[in-house]
């Protein structure tokens, strides 16, 4: 339930000053780490994300090897520093179940059955954290695994929408999250028009669930823009380089 | 759930799959159509509350059971409310003992969300001294046969032990919080119903069982509140589902989450 905050004014401006179906500022940044096959930065209003993959490589141990297709592994972690409160660094059960959403997630987009016997591992570090710092996970890690040469049947690209009262918002931020009365993460695959995550909590009308999740889908397309400018950039365009990308006046 | 090793039920998947686009389903279901659900409340005694709930050969037991606790610091004045989920290692030959696996703890946050997002418990009758003592109500879901469907079970088993529960009334004397005799029943304001959907091929069923899941592309499951709205939602499993399924499925969610709500109130009235 909302809080005493009111996060969103008469005007329909939010705390941030963003309109309902405004989405924060994206930063992304492609092959920027030394060591790993594929990398990708995001910063995604205050969220601060890498991801890294490494693969194909040899599966250890032997006994999880799939012997028609590649493993996909995926750990979602958040540093002790990223949130107001240290974190405990062991995984926590949400970290677990994330983890598991956004491999699933990214699974269907990347053609596993191009490397049998192989295992592809891809790690995202929320080093600060924001609402919405799985589907930023996502967005971050598709681009790392294209980044490290994986076959692909899309990118994957992420958006969260939800609930201020009744009102259906994009992208919601941290404060949002916690105060508001719905988040709801989508993952598209926006050539394909396929949805490869969805959570939904909070309290939808059937009108709202149907706003909301479709809005996701359009923010996603949007942020997707984003996600290819990053990937031109990075072997088209020189040095890597940051790219970023104002969104475009409604 | 638990699919690896089904290696007869994936060969089954083709026939599965002719079958479905006929309309038919291999245990003779429609597609809509859950399977028999029976929910037996008030079978352990010493449980605040308690429900035996069997969903075709899938088994769940769910227990509450109730204390005073210390309030989280950001909701000073709100009970504490924590549905937990084991999958014991009797309920399948492909259950193992040990820390819980990535499927149970997606089994327990899942069901816990349908429970909480729908605001079923009144947290803010719960409260008894702010910031210091509240009651704290915890629910903990036995998984016991496994047949598909764990989701769904195991949320039918939570809300009818909740229904059914009854606890202590607390007075507050010289700041301290202390149980009566009298049984009071948990604040119970909403009946969140969740409904799994899996996607085979193109087809989308309610309810699988575990030869479904074996041979399922994507799960998804969606809790309904009693006025028809969606308070939670979780897709699961590799593959994915288009937008106009996604629809259809909290279309069809709300409808035959109405009926398995009318048998829910009906046994825990």
């Given at each position: ?18 309109k ?25 209003g ?32 958040m ?17 677990i ?53 994986i ?31 719905g ?28 706003k ?23 072997f088209?365009g ?7 990308v ?5 | ?79 504490i409310?924590m ?11 492909y ?21 909480r997002?729908?605001?079923?418990v ?45 606890m202590?009334?607390y ?82 969610s ?16």
């Amino acid at each position: 339930m909302a809080g005493t905050k009111k996060l969103i004014d008469e005007n329909g401006i939010r705390l941030d000053g963003r309109k309902w179906n405004e989405l924060r500022p994206i930063k992304l940044q492609v092959g920027v780490m030394k060591n790993a096959d594929g990398s990708a930065y995001i910063e995604w209003g205050k969220n601060k994300i890498m991801a890294a993959v490494y693969g194909p490589k040899e599966v250890h141990p032997k006994h999880q090897v799939l012997p028609d297709r590649a493993l996909l592994r995926c750990r979602y972690h958040m540093a002790p520093f990223s949130v107001d409160e240290r974190k405990n660094p062991a995984p926590s059960r949400r970290e677990i179940e994330i983890s598991k959403v956004i491999r699933e997630a990214l699974v269907s987009a990347v053609i596993v059955e191009d490397y049998p016997r192989t295992a592809i591992e891809v790690w995202v570090e929320v080093l600060q954290s924001d609402g919405g710092s799985r589907v930023a996970g996502i967005t971050a890690a598709s681009l790392a695994l294209a980044d490290a040469g994986i076959n692909m049947r899309d990118l994957v690209v992420g958006c969260s929408c939800g609930l201020i009262g009744e009102q259906v918002v994009s992208d919601l931020d941290d404060t949002e999250d916690k105060e508001g009365n719905g988040d709801m993460p989508v993952a598209i695959m926006p050539n394909l028009g396929l949805v490869s995550l969805l959570q939904v909590d909070g309290v939808y009308t059937r009108e709202n669930f149907q706003k909301a999740f479709e809005l996701a889908i359009e923010k996603g397309k949007q942020i997707y823009q984003m996600q290819r400018e990053a990937l031109t950039t990075r072997f088209f365009g020189g040095e890597a380089q940051s790219t970023e990308v104002e969104e475009a006046a409604e | 759930m638990m699919k690896k090793n089904h290696v007869v039920e994936s060969i089954t998947k083709e026939r599965m799959v002719q079958l479905l686009a006929s309309g038919k389903r291999l245990d003779g279901r429609a597609l809509d159509q859950p399977r028999n659900l029976n929910i037996e409340t008030g079978v352990i005694p010493k449980a605040n509350g308690s429900a035996r709930v069997t969903l075709g050969n899938t088994l769940v037991l769910a227990g509450v059971k109730i204390a005073t606790g210390i309030p989280f610091p950001d909701t000073p004045d709100k009970g504490i409310l924590m549905v937990n989920a084991e999958i014991l290692p009797m309920s399948s030959p492909y259950a193992e003992a040990g820390p819980p696996s990535e499927d149970a703890i997606e089994l327990a946050r899942v069901t816990d969300r349908g429970i909480r997002e729908s605001e079923m418990v009144d947290m803010t009758k719960l409260g008894l001294i702010p910031g210091k003592s509240v009651i704290a109500v915890f629910v903990d879901c036995n998984i016991m046969n496994v047949d598909g469907n764990l989701f769904d079970a195991t949320s039918y088993a939570v809300v009818s032990a909740l229904r059914t529960a009854k606890m202590n009334r607390y007075v507050v004397k010289d700041d301290k919080a202390v149980a009566t005799d009298e049984l009071i029943p948990v604040p119970v304001e909403r009946t969140p119903v969740s409904v799994t959907i899996a996607r085979i091929g193109d087809k989308l069923v309610v309810d699988p069982n575990s030869e479904e899941e074996a041979s399922m592309d994507m799960r998804i499951t969606i809790t309904t509140d009693d006025y028809g709205n969606i308070c939670a939602s979780q897709k699961g499993e590799a593959s994915t589902i288009s937008p106009e399924q996604v629809l259809q499925a909290a279309d069809t969610s709300i409808s035959v989450g109405k009926a398995i709500r009318a048998k829910i109130l009906e046994a825990t009235s």
